[in-house]
Structure formats: C-alpha cells, structure tokens
C-alpha cells in the first residue's frame, strides 16, 4: 500500500476522535441520540480543527442503524461507504472550485430523489464562503422547504462572507482553535503509534507553529519524521521550519537590551547567514517579549520557562513595550522593502540603543517662537528604583540631533510657503528614484509637508528612519545635499498634532483683532505677522478669516 500522510492516516473516525471540541460534540451526539436531526447546519472557525471530520463523523452516526451513544460503529455499509468515499447518498462539494449557480442547481435537481442506502441524504459544502451571491440565492429556496431526508452541512473559516438570510436558516457550530497541549498531546499518540521517538520540546514547537491547527502539526511532524532518523528532535524541527533556537533568542534579546551593539549585529548576521526567514525570526522575537511580560507578572507562559526568563525579569516594561512596537514596525517593512538583511541590522542598532534614548513625553512642539514669554522646556522623567532597574547600561540622556530639533522645524515653518512645497512634491518621487544605498531604504515612504527656500520637513511612515537620520550625520549630509537645503524630519503620527499646535500658537499671538466675518483675504496690510505666517504657510487660497 502506498504512503498515507499523516493528517489522512489519522482522520478522526468517530466523535471520540475529535480533538478539542468537547461541548461541540456532545451537542450533536445528543442530537443524534433523541433524533433531533436539523435540515441544515454551519461549522465555522479556524482551519485545521476539525469541521470537515466533524461533517464525516455526524454524517455516519445519523445513518448508522447501530450507533451507541451517538458514535457510528465504522463497520455498517454506510459508515464503510462514507469512510472509503464510495456512498452516493454523501455528497462533498468544494466551493472554492465549484461556486457557481450551475453547481447549486445541480444539487437541487439531485436532491428530488429519496436516498439509495442512508436514511439521510447528506451534502457538505466545504469553503462554503467562496460561493457566490447567485449561487446562495439558488441555494436558499432549498433550504427553506428542503425535503424531509436531506441534511445540509456548510463548513467554513469565514462566515461573515455568508448571507444572514442563509445563516438565519442553519444551526450553528463554532469550532475554535486547539490548545498547544491537545496538538502536543495528539501529536504525541501517533509517534506512539508510529514508533518513532521524540524529543516534549519537539513537538511543543510544532504546536506553537500550528497556531491552533491540527492539520497544519501534523504536516510539519509528517516533513519532521520522513527527515528523522526514527526520531524527532527539537533541533531538527528547528531546522526545518527556519525558527530560531532559543539560546540565540535569549542571547540577543540579552546584548541589544545591555546595548551591546556589536555582539547584537554579529547574532543578527549569524540567524541571517543561516537563511532563516526574518519575518519568522521577528514573530518569535515577540513571542519571547510577550512570555517575558507574563513572566514578570507571575504567570509562566507555554513557551519559555521560568528558569528561562529569571535573568530578565528586571528589564523594565516600557522598554519591552518599546521593543516590540520597533519588531512590529519592522516586520511591516519587511513586506515592503528588498533591503531585509540592511534593515534588520540597522532595527537591531536601534534596539541595542533604546535603553538610552530620552523618554518623548509629547508629540507637541516644546517651544514655538512667537510674541509671548518663553518658557523653558520641562524634562520629565520618572525615579526608577534600583530593585526595577538594575544599572546595566548607563543611565545617561541623548540629546536630539538637529534633524528633529523643534526649534529648527518651527525656523522652517515660520518660512515655509505652499509655493515652495509644491515645487518640491512635483519632484519628489524623482529625487527618490534617484537616491541609492542605506539612504534610499530610509527615504522611501516619505513625503515632504512643509518647505522654504532655506529647509524642508519631512514626514516618515517609520519612525525607526527618523531617530536614524536623527543619530547619523553622514546621512542627514546626504539628504540635505540631495534636497539642495537644510532637511529636517518628523514621523507621520506626529506631525498633524504638531502643525495644529503651530498654528494655534501663531493665531493666539494675534496683535491685530479678528477680521469680519464677510471680509477676503485682499487688504493683508491690515493683519498681524502671525496671520501673515499662517496664509503663507497655507496658501492664500486655503485661508478664511472667521469672526469668533
């Protein structure tokens, strides 16, 4: 007999089969057992737990003349025939591939005819999301007077897709994800039942990589025992599915936090020489993060244990928190760009420099240069016990470059012009296409705002670029010789409140006093330097003078 994967090999059979649904399959062997068989029902949830087995498994019992307690004994002609795929009275229809009117009106023809063995006439649409607006129309007439043997079984992961006039005339059944415990715990019973040894943590990371999944486990452990030796280990399933060990993962997350930058790049090029997919390398860099929070909360997570951990329960949240809005950033890029190796590195500088980068206690500019008194701009910062933070790295404060000094972008926008900006937007993508090398990844989901003859200001989609060019001279040099001024940067989040705050500042340190409410724009003799600022700031066209 040929080779049978695993997932086919071990296909549930009856309800005791059925993995991690309990309440689900209670339900419907107590249907089967007082009768109170439904014309229609709905599976719904995740792939990989269970709807279509589930589907097989009710299918046999409500046809088994000698089920026990709700399960089919597998031995009847119709269990046999349901098992082996040979009973005309069970009919399985892929939607994805036949979604079409033509395929409903087909069933609906068929269905006229009683059965030919079963007592019922069971149709399972699997994927039944895919099909489409026509077709559920053709299906609904069915469904509201079907015939007293048919029993429809519609299976799917998406039943926000389905129609609420077909959902209202079905039972619904949620299937929700598995434990990494019942995959583990599952998986652990076929090697059993396979011979093969194996190795707890083995099989504990394919039920982390399943993500709920009994099908997706089982292909990985099926890739896993054909590549073993008779036994499955935590290495070779490391190995083959391109995760990263966690003695690498605990060492890196230990150096970039103690910002030691230089063994931080070479663990960084180490997972990258080996060829491991960065996006996983990320995903499990917050799975780490994520399982320390856990940890320094009292809970042991599923993934790393206590002993694991007991060296970083220390590390402050609000620098896990930090890192972990940086991973996910750079897993969004990672997307987007063909520089991943650059980028990560780069990512992984900034994580090894994060512990010494100032608290930013608001996006607002501190100071705005205008009529009234200055203030000095306050530094706040909060007492970190000793015990909360041990003195790993230096406690020292970075001041900010002149890339994002607010003092400069205030000099810029008092200047700017929408004249000067839009002669700059006009150019923008060409100036980008003809950038190259590190300054090309960091520029190029950008957009200038605000422009003069002397500066522009730039707004980043990721901060990561801007504390970068914020830190390197070299590469603000190249962007200011690129532009042909004085350039300067600020994240996309950013800046909206900021240029609100700007203009709310200059309209309050109006001297003149409001223009009528009817009045235009043509007698600009009459207002206050600060209304001048904002009409050129704005464009003449954009602004209107309103009484208050």
């Not at 489409?132 to 015939?147: I, M, Q, R, V, Y």
């Not at 090894?352 to 206690?361: H, I, S, T, Y």
């Not at 003449?540 to 309103?546: D, G, S, T, W």
Request: with cysteine.
């Amino acid at each position: 007999m040929s080779y049978q994967a695993l997932y086919r090999k071990y296909r549930p059979v009856d309800f005791n089969g059925i993995v991690g649904q309990p309440v689900l399959v209670q339900t419907l062997k107590n249907a089967v057992t007082t009768g109170h068989i439904t014309h229609a029902y709905l599976f719904s949830g995740p792939r990989g737990t269970g709807k279509t087995s589930t589907s097989r498994v009710f299918a046999k019992s409500i046809n088994c003349h000698f089920a026990q307690d709700g399960e089919p004994c597998n031995e009847c002609e119709t269990c046999q025939g349901i098992n082996n795929g040979t009973l005309a009275d069970y009919v399985e229809i892929d939607a994805a591939s036949n979604n079409g009117v033509d395929e409903i009106r087909n069933i609906r023809s068929q269905i006229k005819y009683a059965p030919l063995v079963a007592d019922y006439k069971i149709y399972v649409i699997d994927e039944a999301h895919m099909l489409s607006l026509g077709a559920f129309n053709a299906l609904l007439k069915t469904l509201e007077e079907p015939p007293a043997y048919a029993v429809f079984i519609l299976a799917t992961t998406n039943p926000q897709k389905i129609p609420a006039t077909i959902i209202s005339r079905l039972q619904k059944y949620d299937f929700h994800r598995l434990s990494d415990e019942e995959i583990t715990e599952q998986l652990s019973s076929i090697l059993k039942q396979e011979n093969v040894t194996y190795e707890e943590d083995a099989l504990k990371m394919i039920a982390q990589l399943a993500n709920g999944g009994m099908r997706d486990a089982l292909s990985i452990l099926d890739q896993a025992v054909t590549l073993s030796n008779g036994e499955v280990t935590l290495d070779l399933v490391t190995n083959l599915t391109g995760t990263t060990k966690k003695n690498l993962l605990l060492a890196y997350l230990r150096d970039t936090y103690q910002g030691e930058v230089k063994k931080s790049v070479d663990e960084i090029e180490e997972i990258i020489h080996e060829g491991k997919d960065l996006s996983q390398f990320i995903h499990d860099l917050i799975v780490l993060l994520k399982e320390l929070l856990l940890f320094q909360n009292g809970i042991v997570g599923t993934t790393y244990q206590a002993d694991e951990l007991k060296d970083f329960k220390e590390i402050p949240s609000v620098w896990v928190f930090s890192a972990i809005k940086i991973l996910n950033e750079q897993n969004q890029l990672l997307q987007k760009t063909v520089y991943g190796d650059l980028l990560t590195e780069i990512m992984t500088i900034q994580l090894a420099n994060l512990a010494k980068e100032p608290v930013k206690q608001t996006s607002v500019p501190e100071k705005i240069q205008h009529s009234q008194p200055k203030t000095p701009a306050k530094i706040v910062s909060e007492p970190v016990s000793k015990a909360e933070f041990q003195p790993i790295i230096e406690k020292t404060v970075i001041e900010k470059g002149d890339f994002t000094d607010h003092d400069r972008l205030n000099s810029v926008l008092k200047q700017a012009t929408r004249t000067d900006l839009n002669d700059l937007l006009d150019k923008w993508d060409q100036l980008i296409e003809q950038t190259e090398g590190e300054l090309a990844a960091a520029i190029k989901y950008t957009k200038p705002v605000a422009a003069s003859t002397e500066g522009v200001i730039v707004a980043f989609k990721f901060p990561t670029f801007v504390t970068k060019l914020d830190q390197h001279a070299n590469l603000r040099e190249d962007f200011t010789n690129l532009l042909g001024k004085k350039s300067y940067g600020i994240s996309e989040d950013e800046w909206p409140e900021y240029r609100k705050s700007y203009l709310q500042t200059l309209r309050k340190g109006q001297a003149s006093p409001p223009v009528q409410k009817t009045e235009e724009l043509n007698n600009e003799s009459e207002l206050s330097p600060n209304m001048e600022a904002i009409i050129k700031f704005l464009g003449k066209e954009n602004v209107k003078i309103i009484d208050d």
